[in-house]
């Protein structure tokens, strides 16, 4: 089953052309990567699946809906991780799990035991009542993490899920998404991270200027190119891993 498909797919902001009329296709249950240098257009992309902005042109279905047809009824079904990290700073981490959840309409009776329990999953239930700030940088995107799962989603989308964390921490962000594609969930990430992509993805889409230069597996990949996946990174984008 087709979980996201597009179709000519572009985006302008104003002069600018940040996604260039790019195709592919997510099926139900697939890890998929978003490679590319910084500005190569993957948060634009995503933020369009995820009903975050509209396409300029070309068609973005995702569960068989128009993107621009039905964006609440979607966004009810996915679960999103941004790049940046919006966590609510005033409120505990408990609370900010508990205030997501009303975004979808999650009575407090159901939140708080589903709260917990997220936070069980990402090993951090003895940091429930402490406030953000005193978060480290690896925390936050756990946390980040759990609140992306509050309404069960069947799609989830991570934009640079483990980007500036240790290495401790980026192995138990990918310890939980291995756990999460058990349960069948289908996940879209960006990474700059060529362990990452390798290590999580079945497909990636190769990313520069607003363009996919290639989608296949890592491993048709590195036998195609004969080399690293960051091999392939260089030789099809000709840039560096920091963009
Ligand atoms: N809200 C915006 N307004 C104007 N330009 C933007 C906006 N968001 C991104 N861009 C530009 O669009 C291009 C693609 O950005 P982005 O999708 O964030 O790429 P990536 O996530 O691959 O780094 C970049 O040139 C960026 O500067
Ligand atoms: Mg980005």
């Known amino acids: 089953m087709i979980i996201v498909t597009a179709n000519k797919l572009t985006k302008d902001y104003n002069s600018l052309r940040a996604v260039d009329n790019i195709d592919f296709e997510i099926s139900k249950g697939e890890y998929f990567g978003f490679l590319g240098p910084n500005g190569a257009g993957k948060t634009t992309a995503m933020g369009i699946i995820h009903c975050f902005m509209p396409p300029t042109s ?6 068989g809906i128009d993107v621009t ?3 609440s009824h979607i966004k009810s079904r996915i679960g999103v991780m941004p790049q940046d990290n919006n966590l609510d700073p005033d409120l505990t981490v408990l609370e900010n799990l508990i205030v997501y959840a009303r975004y979808f309409d999650i ?50 989308i991570l934009d640079e899920p483990t980007t500036g964390l240790d290495p401790h921490s980026r ?3 990918w310890k939980q998404l291995k756990q999460l594609k058990s349960k069948g969930i ?7 991270y060529m362990e990452e992509a390798e290590k999580l993805c079945d497909r990636v889409a190769i990313m520069d200027s607003g363009k996919i230069v290639t989608v296949d597996t890592p491993s048709n990949l590195m036998n ?20």
């Open 171 to 173: 192995h138990s962000v």
């Open 69 to 71: 047809e039905n964006p």
């Open 107 to 156: 009575t407090k009776k159901e939140s708080s035991p589903l709260s917990w329990e997220l936070l069980d999953f990402i090993e951090m239930r003895e940091k429930a009542n402490i406030k953000i700030q005193k978060l480290s940088g690896g925390m936050k995107r756990r946390l980040l993490l759990a609140r992306s799962l509050v309404n069960n989603p069947e799609l989830l």
């Open 224 to 243: 195609k190119y004969k080399g690293t996946l960051e091999d392939v990174y260089l030789k099809l984008t000709g840039r560096s891993l920091e963009g």
């Open 58 to 63: 070309g068609e973005v279905k995702v569960f």
């Open 186 to 192: 289908t996940l879209i990430l960006t990474t700059h």
